[in-house]
């Protein structure tokens, strides 16, 4: 299979949600607000693409001032997010995989900055810095895009960071960064819980396809009090209907990693 962190954080989550958005391809709708959001994360990351390659970005950077203001916020860092060519080489949508325990793990870096010596890992937030950033160190992201890299290139693990910009609630509209370097032990960590979940996620596919038994659902309750699926997995109290009417025919991958196009 193919399998990016967002894949695996849901399957941390919860193996039953995996078995329906993952394998069946079930896709949980997002509401109003969420969708909006989104669209304008994903705008910014189509700025930001043509921006790295040198295009024009005014006609994306018009159609939204939050859009504007996160692009002047960049414009303010372009020293440092946009090196000289001579100095170092940059990509943005880069994609990195590798094979493990028979599946493909692929990371898209939203933008990537790769010295002789060292090796930076950008990824752009439209939304606030969290206030507790361990979660996010502790996330598959943080902990697979390092990993993604070592095995695909000459960096040493201590070469590596992961770079997280906020460009919502930063002071007088300053962005925030978040700066996890990577070191061999977390490399080693990583490489560790990665083949526990493929093992236990080949135990359960086998058992799927061969018997139909379903995934384990979540031990954690309180994941299933927001979930779409509590109908269908008896752990909640939306009607069956409500429930059915949420679970629309797309594709849960296509949220969460949306292949750029060039803006015109
Ligand atoms: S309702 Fe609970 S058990 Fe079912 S898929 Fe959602 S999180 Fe998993």
């Known amino acids: 299979m193919k399998l990016s962190q967002g894949n695996l954080t849901i399957l941390d989550s919860c193996p039953r949600l ?8 079930l896709a949980v709708p997002q509401r109003g607000e969420e969708w909006e959001k989104m669209q304008l994360g994903s705008q910014f990351h189509q700025l930001m693409q043509q921006r790295s390659q040198q295009l024009p970005i005014e006609a994306i950077a018009a159609t939204d001032p939050d859009l504007r203001r996160w692009f ?25 995989t590798m094979d493990w325990m028979g599946h493909t793990i692929v990371g898209v870096y939203d933008y990537v ?7 930076q890992i950008l990824d752009w937030k439209t939304y606030p810095k969290p206030v507790d950033s361990r979660r996010l160190q502790q996330s598959w992201q943080s902990k ?6 070592v095995s695909s290139s000459n960096y040493s693990p201590a070469t590596i960071e992961m770079r997280y ?3 919502q609630g930063g002071d007088q509209g300053h962005p925030h960064m978040l700066r996890f370097e990577s070191s061999a032990a977390a490399i080693a960590e990583t490489a560790a819980a990665l083949t526990q979940r ?6 359960w596919r086998s058992a799927y396809e061969l018997t139909g038994e379903s995934f384990p659902q979540t031990e954690t309750r309180q994941t299933c009090e927001t979930c779409s699926f509590a109908v269908r997995c008896d752990r909640g109290n939306r009607s069956l209907v409500e429930s059915d009417l949420m679970q629309l025919e797309t594709a849960w991958d296509s949220i969460e990693e949306v292949e750029l196009t060039q803006f015109p």
């Open 18 to 25: 995996f078995q329906y958005t993952v394998l069946e391809q």
């Open 72 to 96: 002047e916020a960049v414009e303010a860092q372009s020293a440092d997010l946009f090196p000289d060519a001579g100095e170092a080489w940059t990509d943005s949508e880069h994609v990195r």
């Open 113 to 119: 900055v790769l010295r002789s010596d060292s090796a």
């Open 144 to 149: 697979l895009y390092p990993l993604l890299l």
């Open 165 to 167: 910009w906020f460009f």
């Open 198 to 203: 493929l093992t236990a996620l080949n135990l």
